[in-house]
């Protein structure tokens, strides 16, 4: 089935530095979803891309709808010790369900 | 407050025993559905429901099962639970299963001995 493989699995970074990660599929994704998941909580939504190529903002979280549309990036500017978490990446597959990717847990050290 | 809330946060139990984990949405949402939480495996669909008395096997049905009698709740049972049913597990409810936002609870970690 289809299946989404995020990288870097995990990441340690220090506050103020930029991040970047991304997902990729074998098939076409129509939505790609980002959600944050903080320690000892549910994941939450932050981002939902709709069109291949959009480029959405959320604060200091930019993502963007790969053009072939099995790929889509998180950058995250200037971190800051609240960004720390597992982010996933997320799609609805062809029958309609959403899968996840494995994640990718970010550390930041101030 | 719109939220979707799971009983209980954290459980230890021993293998046989059968064991029930509640899950409760405020939304008036059709669609929900269960997730074991795995390192390096992401969130893995258990089980979901479209609606009322319609629900369906996700990715990792073994060894679970649920029921939807209110469009509200979605309880989650685990008939003779097993050590490899250790994890931490979310229900989440959305409008429907192509709607984009799934709302999670606050998630479940079991641990089966």
């Known amino acids: 089935g289809q299946q989404l493989n995020q990288s870097p699995q995990s990441m340690f970074i220090q506050e103020g530095e930029d991040v970047s990660m991304n997902c990729t599929s074998s098939?076409?994704?129509?939505?790609w979803l980002w959600y944050k998941q903080d320690p000892g909580e549910g994941p939450v939504l932050l981002i939902a891309?709709?069109?291949?190529?959009e480029l959405t903002s959320n604060g200091r979280l930019t993502a963007q709808f790969g053009i072939t549309r099995k790929d889509s990036f998180l950058n995250i500017s200037a971190s800051i010790p609240s960004d720390v978490g597992i982010y996933f990446c997320?799609?609805?597959?062809?029958?309609?369900?959403?899968?996840f990717g494995q994640g990718t847990e970010l550390s930041v050290k101030p | 407050e719109a939220q979707v809330t799971q009983n209980p946060r954290y459980l230890i139990t021993v293998t046989g025993k059968k064991l029930t984990v509640t899950c409760s949405q405020n939304?008036?949402?059709?669609?929900m559905s269960w997730y074991r939480q795995d390192p390096g495996l992401g969130l893995r669909q258990i089980y979901y429901?479209?609606?009322?008395?319609v629900t369906d096997k996700g990715d990792v049905p073994e060894g679970y099962k649920v029921s939807r009698k209110e469009k509200r709740n979605f309880p989650l049972i685990l008939e003779s639970p097993s050590p490899n049913q250790t994890s931490l597990y979310f229900c989440?409810?959305?409008w429907g299963q192509g709607a984009p936002e799934a709302f999670f609870g606050q998630g479940t970690r079991l641990t089966v001995v």
């Open positions: 997320a799609g609805p597959n062809q029958g309609g369900k959403l899968i």
């Open positions: 098939s076409i994704f129509n939505t």
């Open positions: 939304m008036n949402h059709e669609y």
């Open positions: 891309l709709y069109k291949a190529g």
């Open positions: 429901s479209m609606n009322v008395e």
């Open positions: 989440a409810s959305s």
